[in-house]
Every structure is written in structure tokens, then in C-alpha cells.
T-cell receptor, first 115, second 116 residues
Framework: SQTIHQWPATLVQPVGSPLSLECTVEGTSNPNLYWYRQAAGRGLQLLFYSVGIGQISSEVPQNLSASRPQDRQFILSSKKLLLSDSGFYLC??????????????FGPGTRLTVL | DQQVKQNSPSLSVQEGRISILNCDYTNSMFDYFLWYKKYPAEGPTFLISISSIKDKNEDGRFTVFLNKSAKHLSLHIVPSQPGDSAVYFCAASPMYSGGGADGLTFGKGTHLIIQP
């Protein structure tokens, strides 16, 4: 069966510091991968998605970036965190059906607090 | 502009009764819909989905109804149980993507509280 891991589970970082969140998927190959953010009192907002290694699409302009160095690894980064980057970050995967919508399955999330 | 709307931030239902969660959407390109359940500090868990070729999909205690003309869907939980207390998110997507894998557009969620 497929599993999705995220780490760290919680993170407290000062403003201006760098960020690296990691997501890995097991039990499937060539998945579509996604990063979402849930800010306090709001729904989930899509940040990035990837259909393959090195292929990243950004949905929201911001100081965050994403990379996919391996098929089942998705990384969310920032060079300098802002207070507004605080939130709950979720990684998700779906089957690799390039043009057909599919159920997305979420990881446990990372709670990021920027002070 | 919010394309997926869940107008009830919270809903309180007695244990054993039916819970009905509602969702409206505005984007006519959406034709694939999902419901997720989320506990605090955890990732959302997929519950049930429906595509626009159907108007009803059932899985155990969960049934999703889709009214395409009204751009409205609802999730029915019967009977409601204490473990159902959580935030429920409605999500939508086009079934066929233009060139990549579209992310889901989520509503803001409804907090369902099941009272004993």
C-alpha cells in the first residue's frame, strides 16, 4: 500500500531564516505530487504541483519554491521566511494520470510557526 | 473569488441523526468533486468522491449528492457517530486537465460536532 511521509512534524523558525520541508511517497511510482498550505481559519491553498522529476508548476507567487529531485521526493523551500509563511503545510500525491483528475492523498502535515 | 464555498463554518448534530454538509461551486469547469475529513494537526483523509456523470455516490454511511444545475453538492452521514466530529472539506477539480495535473480547489471547511 502507498504511504506518504512528511518531516518535520513541527517547526519554529525566526523571520529571515531558510526553510526546507520534505515529503516522500512509498508504494507507488511516477505519482503527481502537490504542496498545499492551510493558514489559520482558512481552507487549503495549492502552492505547487509536479507531474515528474524536475517539473514544477507554481500556483501562487510567493517567496517559496519547490523541487522534485527524485520521483517520490518533493521538497518545499524558502531562502528567507516571512511571518505570513506560518501555517500548516501539506504534501499530497495522486496517481500519475497526466490529464485525468484523481483522488489526492495527504501526508500528516508540518506545522510551521515563523516568529 | 472563492470558487468552492462551504457557507456553514460549523454544524452540530445529535449522535445517531443525519449530518448534512453542503458545498457550492461557481466554476463550471469543475466536474470532479471530493470530500475530505480532517482532524486537528493531521492531514485530510479522503472520504468519498463523485464525478459529474453521476448525481449520487454511496459508501457505507457516507453519501454524496451532486446537483449540477444548481452547482451544489452535499455529504450525508447516516447515522452520525462521535468519531465523525471533525472538519469536513469539499474540494473540486476539472476531470480533464489542460496540460498537467490540476490541484484541488478547496472550500474553507465545516466543523461538524456530534453531540452525545
Amino acid at each position: 500500500s502507498q504511504t506518504i511521509h512528511q518531516w518535520p512534524a513541527t517547526l519554529v523558525q525566526p523571520v529571515g531564516s531558510p526553510l526546507s520541508l520534505e515529503c516522500t511517497v512509498e508504494g507507488t511510482s511516477n505519482p503527481n505530487l502537490y504542496w498545499y498550505r492551510q493558514a489559520a481559519g482558512r481552507g487549503l491553498q495549492l502552492l505547487f504541483y509536479s507531474v515528474g522529476i524536475g517539473q514544477i508548476s507554481s500556483e501562487v507567487p510567493q517567496n517559496l519554491s519547490a523541487s522534485r529531485p527524485q520521483d517520490r521526493q518533493f521538497i518545499l523551500s524558502s531562502k528567507k521566511l516571512l511571518l505570513s509563511d506560518s501555517g500548516f503545510y501539506l504534501c499530497a500525491w495522486s496517481g500519475g494520470r497526466r490529464r485525468l483528475a484523481d483522488t489526492q492523498y495527504f501526508g500528516p502535515g508540518t506545522r510551521l510557526t515563523v516568529l | 473569488d472563492q470558487q468552492v464555498k462551504q457557507n456553514s463554518p460549523s454544524l452540530s448534530v445529535q449522535e445517531g441523526r443525519i449530518s448534512i454538509l453542503n458545498c457550492d461551486y461557481t466554476n463550471s469547469m469543475f466536474d470532479y468533486f471530493l470530500w475530505y475529513k480532517k482532524y486537528p494537526a493531521e492531514g485530510p483523509t479522503f472520504l468519498i468522491s463523485i464525478s459529474s456523470i453521476k448525481d449520487k455516490n454511496e459508501d457505507g454511511r457516507f453519501t454524496v449528492f451532486l446537483n449540477k444545475s444548481a452547482k451544489h453538492l452535499s455529504l450525508h452521514i447516516v447515522p452520525s457517530q462521535p468519531g465523525d466530529s471533525a472538519v469536513y472539506f469539499c474540494a473540486a477539480s476539472p476531470m480533464y486537465s489542460g496540460g498537467g495535473a490540476d490541484g484541488l480547489t478547496f472550500g474553507k471547511g465545516t466543523h461538524l460536532i456530534i453531540q452525545p
